[in-house]
């Protein structure tokens, strides 16, 4: 196992809205040169970048049109090798986003694929990209279960898309070809769409990249069986190659299966990805109850932590010697927590989530409690998506348009327009910012506030052993209605999210931790509270919307 992931703490920058150097509206490498920082104060000491390669941006960069450069709008290639250089001075990782199932439309490599591939006398005219698409022979048709697209190019044949339409499958190959126009996952041009990409994961892994998340990493061999043999195979491939000459490097999938992608495909980390049904969900935004809201963390909940450890156990204890399960804060394409959880809630939320085993990510915003924006129009093919991607608040809010600006909470210099983003004119940002919500600077200033949480969470967490991604974990107590408490290493950690008081028989943690006699000094073992526990007539009592751990 990769050794710095033990105490490695990710922070996902949306390069498009972190912090805006040159006044045209949108973020830049060097905006996040300028909060390296920041980051590794707060106690993240690893950073993922969503794609920032020359790309159309019709779905917000995954529409990679130069895999080796990098797109004007954020910088030079140059700066890229500055912020890796910045980082590496500071002990902080930077992985990049690797997008291998699909390209740009506008690629060079499609263009050429979509070239005719007989000539006018009826001799083959393929090229060398040809086949790095998967093209039918119809024009006409449907590919089985698969969006495709025709009248497109001059080539005879429809071809298959992975995601929007600007973004057309590279061939990987078939489990196992039907039809004469599909190819094997084992042959000779879906073997060098591989190597392509181990070509560009070596490039910016030379330049200092210290590895990748791997956008939809279950898509690459189209009508894989169930348990993704073949693509895992495919992933392997890349392991190998990796442990032989990147052995530091390390790539973390957009799987959400973490048996598959861990144990099958050779996965250093595996997101654990908010998807209907999944444990993960129900902790912070419950999508799948009708009516009552039964999202774990909100302080009227049932607090019922058995539907998430019924789903995490099993993916824990099945991976827990070869990989990391990671736990986000949201992401780019999830509705931000802040949506469900208000600021007591997201504390004891994202408290839990940096201290369970694996290597955490948390979203850009997220630490100061950054609102998901209802309703913004669509923006480089965000949708819904949208409104998790708007503009870092680094400064309280100032109204520009008044004379000297109004200072909002926690003082704001008169200059900080857009609330410290870009200094671009307002109408020229890539999203708008959000005047009633938090800042950076308020946040910092005011002792109790998530981001002070978050940070000292974070302080704890690099101090102790016990927290490390691979330290021990044992569930103490799981069960409906009670507080949730669990070990790691020496640590116990005593969780009640909900409004109302709970108790339990004082017995359990007092073996927990490791002491037969009854009155354990518990303030003397506490390492961290908000809430409060306390032992009263052999019981533990719980106070509501309480985290406490102890040694
Ligand atoms: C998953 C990415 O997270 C998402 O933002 C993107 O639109 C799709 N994959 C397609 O690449």
């Known amino acids: 196992m990769v050794s710095w992931l033990k105490d490695a703490v990710f922070y996902e920058i949306y390069p498009q809205s972190f912090n805006d150097t040159n006044g045209d509206g949108i973020g830049d490498i060097q905006g996040i040169i300028e909060k390296l920082d920041y980051i590794k104060d707060l106690g993240a000491n690893a950073i993922w970048i969503n794609p920032w390669y020359d790309s159309p941006f019709k779905d917000a960069g995954y529409d990679v049109r130069n895999y080796k450069l990098v797109a004007p709008r954020y910088g030079t290639n140059e700066d890229a090798k500055r ?34 591939i007989v000539d006018a006398d009826g001799n083959e005219a393929k090229n060398e990209f040809s086949d790095r698409y998967i093209w039918s022979d119809f024009w006409l048709g449907s590919i089985a279960g698969h969006p495709y697209i025709g009248g497109e190019c001059d080539r005879n044949g429809t071809y298959m898309l992975n995601f929007f339409k600007c973004q057309p499958a590279l061939n990987y190959g078939f489990a196992e070809p039907k039809e004469k126009w599909q ?11 591989l190597e392509a990409m181990m070509d560009v994961m070596r490039f910016w892994l030379d330049m200092g990249a210290s590895g990748f998340r791997v956008d939809m990493a279950d898509s690459l061999v189209k009508d894989d ?51 209907i049904g999944n444990g993960y969900n129900t902790l912070l935004r419950d999508h799948e109850s009708e009516g009552e809201d039964r999202t774990y963390f909100k302080k009227n909940a049932d607090g019922d932590i058995t539907r998430f450890l019924t789903d995490f156990i099993p993916k824990y204890e099945g991976t827990k010697d070869k990989g990391y399960i990671s736990f986000l804060t949201c992401n780019h394409d999830t509705p931000r927590a802040s949506r469900t959880l208000d600021e007591s809630e997201l504390k004891i939320a994202y408290a839990t989530l940096l201290t369970l085993p694996g290597v955490p990510f948390i979203y850009y915003g997220d630490e100061i409690g950054m ?11 965000g949708y819904t998506r949208t409104g998790t991607r708007t503009p870092m608040q680094w400064e309280a809010y100032a109204d520009s348009s008044s004379e000297g600006g109004t200072a909002g909470v926690g003082g704001s210099s008169a200059g900080d327009i857009n609330m410290g983003f870009s200094t671009a004119a307002p109408d020229r940002l890539y999203l708008p910012i959000d005047p009633e919500g938090p800042s950076v600077r308020e946040q910092q200033a005011r002792p109790d506030s998530l981001y002070n949480t978050v940070k000292e969470i974070l302080r704890i967490r690099h101090a102790e052993k016990s927290l490390n991604a691979d330290a021990d974990f044992e569930v103490i107590l799981g ?10 290493g020496e640590i116990v950690i005593v969780v009640n999210p909900s409004e109302r008081e709970m108790s339990f028989e004082a017995n359990v943690l007092i073996d927990a931790l490791s002491r037969s006699e009854k009155t354990i000094g518990l303030d003397d073992r506490t390492i961290y509270k908000t809430g409060s526990i306390d032992i009263i007539e052999d019981r533990l009592v719980v106070s509501p919307q309480c985290f406490v751990m102890l040694r």
Not at 371 to 381: A, F, Q, S
Request: one cysteine or more; aromatic letters at 12%; hydrophobic letters at 30%.
């Open 83 to 116: 912020l890796f250089v910045e980082a590496s001075k500071r002990d902080m990782h930077i992985i990049l986003d690797l997008v291998p199932g699909h390209t740009s439309e506008e690629h060079p490599w499609f263009i050429e694929s979509g070239k005719p």
């Open 183 to 193: 190819m094997s996952y084992q042959d000779e041009e879906p073997g060098k769409t």
């Open 225 to 275: 069986d169930d348990k993704k043999s073949c693509t895992s195979k495919i992933w392997h491939k890349v392991r190998e190659m990796l442990d032989a000459e990147y052995p530091e490097a390390v790539m973390v999938s957009e799987w959400s299966n973490p048996l598959l992608a861990i144990n099958g495909a050779g996965y250093h980390m595996d997101f654990y990805l908010n998807h």
């Open 371 to 381: 609102r998901y924006i209802e309703n913004l129009p669509t923006k480089e093919g």
């Open 479 to 488: 069960e409906k209605d009670k507080p949730f408490i669990y070990r790691r």
